[in-house]
């Protein structure tokens, strides 16, 4: 089945860098699980509140430049925050970002520097973030959510 992006995630994507744009919009061509954009640009009010609250973990964040969006997966029109569906929403981010030739970073496999040059599946990406965090004594910070651009000059 094909998805396509509503106008409204259309809209959260203004302002966010066009190459990131791009990716997104063949990332939901590609997926087989529908999606939409929570979040593009943050203003530091935005992000400050996340920031105080613990779902971001810098006040430095990624979407304060248009540098990152957040995703939220959809079954039908229910949001899905099950982490599968995010593996399979990244492995299409992934492709997308491979064939657009533009970096990517996620944020349920932080250890991976980037999510293209990463041979396996999101989902292998995302464990082996977790067992590398655990194995420091360390509780990971899964925000499978989130893609970010990387090597941005």
């Excluded at 995703?71 to 990244?90: F, H, Q, R, T």
């Excluded at 004594?137 to 925000?143: A, N, Y």
Aim: charged share 30%; proline share 2%.
């Amino acid at each position: 089945m094909a998805f396509k992006l509503s106008k409204r995630s259309l809209g959260r994507l203004e302002g966010v860098k066009p190459e990131l744009v791009e990716v997104v919009k063949r990332a939901i061509e590609l997926t087989t699980i529908d999606f939409g954009v929570t979040e593009g640009v943050r203003t530091e009010k935005r992000q400050k509140e996340l920031f105080d609250k613990g779902a971001s973990k810098t006040m430095n964040s990624k979407h304060l430049g248009g540098n990152a969006v957040d995703l939220v997966a959809y079954i039908g029109s229910k949001v899905c925050w099950e982490l599968d569906m995010y593996d399979n929403l990244a492995d299409a981010m992934k492709q997308s970002a491979i064939e657009k030739g533009v970096r990517i970073k996620w944020g349920a496999a932080w250890s991976v520097d980037c999510l293209n040059d990463w041979n396996e599946t999101a989902e292998d990406a995302m464990n082996a973030y977790v067992d590398l965090r655990r194995s420091q004594g360390r509780r990971p910070f899964i925000d499978a959510p989130h893609f970010e651009l990387i090597d941005i000059t």
